[in-house]
């Protein structure tokens, strides 16, 4: 079961939706995600959410023009973004099994991102086999892009995944670290509990 799972046990949805609604009513900015992505972007990418929860991201960057794909495992999360946008292509699966050929969708996106602490809420053990799903489905010069957190502060479980053990999984994908950000207003990273990266997967 992945530590997701676990701490929500599959039916948060609705709870997870409404936290963010109330924060845009406050005025809040909820598109620092997708904003930071679509400045890597040239027009009309191809984006992959991976972990997409209500489909918060996806939704805005195709919103700004982008050819985008949803994917979770959290059938109350995926309820929600079909609701929202009911056009956009959603599938559940588990990130560790991912084939978008199973799934039909061509494995060449410009993009995918990781946002909302995915990673480190995966199934203990499976972290560098989603790395490995995720890099081929890049096209050749991609990017992979993951916000997560890395110490308590950060994250609604205990820390299990480090820096350096993602930039080894990376490497093993055959990703390179392109840089590094503290927040996904692209300040700039210094060793604090909270790191967005983007690699570029080798030619």
């Not at 620092?32 to 960057?61: K, S």
């Not at 909302?116 to 892009?145: C, F, H, I, Y």
């Not at 993951?146 to 930039?167: I, K, N, Q, S």
Request: net charge negative; hydrophobic share 45%; proline share 6%.
């Amino acid at each position: 079961m992945s530590r997701w799972q676990d701490l929500t046990g599959g039916t948060s949805g609705g709870e997870y939706a409404a936290r963010f609604e109330a924060l845009a009513r406050d005025g809040k900015d909820v598109h620092g995600e997708a904003a930071f992505c679509a400045a890597l972007l040239p027009a009309g990418a191809r984006v992959l959410d991976a972990g997409c929860g209500t489909g918060r991201v996806m939704i805005r960057l195709a919103e700004l023009g982008h050819d985008c794909v949803g994917i979770d495992l959290d059938a109350s999360m995926l309820d929600v973004a079909r609701a929202r946008a009911p056009r956009l292509p959603w599938f559940r699966t588990d990130l560790a099994e991912f084939d978008p050929a199973a799934l039909g969708v061509a494995a060449d996106f410009d993009l995918v991102v990781a946002a909302g602490n995915v990673l480190p809420l995966l199934t203990p053990g499976t972290e560098s086999t989603v790395v490995e799903r995720l890099a081929a489905a890049l096209r050749p010069g991609g990017l992979l892009v993951a916000g997560f957190g890395l110490d308590a502060a950060h994250l609604p479980v205990p820390p299990a995944f480090t820096l350096p053990e993602y930039d080894a999984c990376c490497a093993a994908a055959g990703l390179d670290l392109v840089d590094r950000f503290a927040t996904w207003e692209a300040a700039p990273y210094d060793g604090g509990g909270y790191a967005v990266s983007v690699h570029r997967r080798r030619p």
